[in-house]
């Protein structure tokens, strides 16, 4: 049974209440969860799972075995969970938090550089991107500028659907090519900034770009013949 995806609707929802689905080695499922599972280069949310007996420190969030289903990994020793039990999935909401405010400014520096882009990254208060630049001589001072223009321009960020053959017609929107969206559900959900950039993507992201704050690029590094790191700092 796919789990239903809190976050998924509502970025900033802090907790829900959720059933045990089942408690298994690998980590416990719910029926529904605010906890993003690691993915798409942005990690797994951490957290608690509050109930009667006191709450469950959660230390990552992972996908399961079914598609759109999501693992709640707990500290080692933690006992079983019947299935049934009534719980409140809690999020980490500073962190989280600072893992949309990242992922959101790494979809603005795609646009600011807009080469293919081979991998990325989403932590706490950085991240970093890597892109096929033919020879390309980067700026650090100038893609910041850039950057930060995006951000204090304050477009709205919002989700919408498309059908996975609406995708196939339209492949410049998968930017990532190491990360392929998921197809074979009939829909894929992507993420448009207004009037700056649209791409598929299953993360989190903040509401606006203003909620960003300031971004630098702080390293430039060159991986390969063609690839480039840019690695960027959220404050």
């Given amino acids: 049974m796919a789990t239903e995806l809190v976050f998924r609707i509502d970025a900033y929802a802090k907790s829900c209440t959720s ?9 416990i499922e719910l029926d529904r969860t605010v906890f993003y599972p690691t993915g798409g280069g942005q990690p797994g949310d951490t957290g608690k799972l509050v109930l009667g ?9 992972i996908k399961g075995d079914a598609p759109d289903t999501v693992l709640h990994v707990p500290t080692a020793g933690t006992p079983p969970i019947a299935p049934g039990t009534k719980v409140v999935a809690e999020i980490n909401w500073e962190r989280r938090y600072g893992h949309m405010r990242v992922h959101t400014c790494l979809h603005l520096l795609s646009a600011a550089l807009p080469y293919p882009v081979t991998g990325g990254q989403v932590s706490a208060g950085k991240g970093r991107l890597d892109f096929d630049i033919p020879e390309a001589i980067l700026d650090k001072d100038k893609i910041t500028a850039d950057l930060q223009r995006l951000i204090e321009a304050n477009y709205d960020v919002a989700a919408e659907w498309i059908t996975d053959n609406e995708l196939a017609a339209s492949p410049e929107i998968v930017k990532t090519m190491s990360v392929r969206p998921p197809a074979g559900a009939g829909r894929v959900r992507l993420i448009r900034i207004r009037d700056c950039d649209l791409q598929a993507c299953g993360g989190t992201h903040v509401r606006a770009t203003g909620e960003i704050g300031n971004a630098t690029v702080t390293k430039i590094e060159k991986k ?4 480039r790191r840019v690695a960027i700092e959220v404050s």
């Avoid at 059933?19 to 980590?27: C, P, S």
């Avoid at 007996?53 to 969030?61: K, L, P, R």
């Avoid at 390969?224 to 690839?227: D, I, S």
């Fill in 19 to 27: 059933t045990v689905v089942a408690h298994g080695a690998r980590g």
């Fill in 53 to 61: 007996g006191g709450a469950i420190a959660i230390i990552d969030a």
């Fill in 224 to 227: 390969g013949r063609l690839n």
